[in-house]
């Protein structure tokens, strides 16, 4: 009966990982939301300006913040839906992977600062 349960453990995993990738990943609307961000991310990023005050640069960080949460987000979903080895062998995942890996690292080490 271990292996039953085991192989039961097994298949609702994989029918998960098939639903998250056909049912969110895949579809337009997951896409259009991520370049959203990212269009968002990149007017953010273009309000910074030498000589601005102290209170715009906190807000700044902390949507800066929030966009490499959702980045990771994003990058846990694409490896949950489609496997660790899969989602690394398509290059733009690992572009994707490697920023936001260096924003995460570059949000740790300014809170450790």
Not at 26 to 47: D, M, P, Q, S
Not at 67 to 73: E, I, K, N, R, T
Not at 75 to 82: G, L, S, T
């Amino acid at each position: 009966q271990p292996r039953m349960a085991g192989t039961s453990l097994r298949f609702r995993i994989t029918r998960f990982r098939l639903w998250l990738r056909e049912q969110v990943v895949e579809t337009k609307g997951f896409e259009r939301t991520i370049l959203c961000l990212i269009l968002l991310n990149c007017a953010v990023l273009a309000t910074e300006h030498p000589g601005m005050n102290e209170t715009l640069r906190q807000v700044l960080v902390i949507i800066e913040s929030v966009f490499v949460g959702l980045y990771a987000l994003e990058m846990v979903v694409k490896v949950m839906a489609f496997g660790l080895v899969p989602y690394a062998r398509e290059p733009w995942n690992v572009l994707d992977a490697t920023i936001t890996i260096v924003g995460v690292v570059d949000l740790v080490w300014s809170s450790v600062a």
